[in-house]
């Protein structure tokens, strides 16, 4: 198993690729910032990108989680409470990132 970690963003958040050279199955932890990083990593592994799992809901846990998306799709972990604001207005930090693209229609029901 091989852990890379990527610090991006005008933040340096941390975004951990996480995957087996064997199968090349990946999970792409907090895909901040950073996109193009991200997607070259990808492809320069040739990996298969299997899950998104996300730590938290703040801006530099999940700007970029959208457009990584949108290139590898597959399931995405996060806390409901947390996918109910994270991507909504109140999540932007000008000047640094602005509102999320809107992506709750791939994000895990509200459990009550």
Do not use: Q
């Not at 991507?87 to 994000?107: D, G, K, S, V, W």
């Amino acid at each position: 198993m091989v852990v890379k970690t990527l610090t991006l963003g005008p933040f340096e958040s941390n975004c951990y690729i996480v995957f087996r050279r064997e199968c090349r199955s990946a999970l792409i932890i907090d895909p901040g910032d950073g996109v193009p990083e991200i997607l070259e990593f990808i492809r320069k592994h040739e990996l298969k990108v299997i899950a998104y799992p996300i730590t938290h809901g703040h801006i530099d846990h999940v700007y970029g989680l959208a457009r990584v998306y949108a290139k590898h799709p597959a399931p995405i972990a996060m806390h409901p409470e947390d996918s109910r604001w994270a991507f909504t207005e109140i999540n932007a930090m000008r000047p640094f990132y602005e509102t999320p693209e809107a992506f709750t229609r791939h994000l895990p029901k509200r459990y009550d």
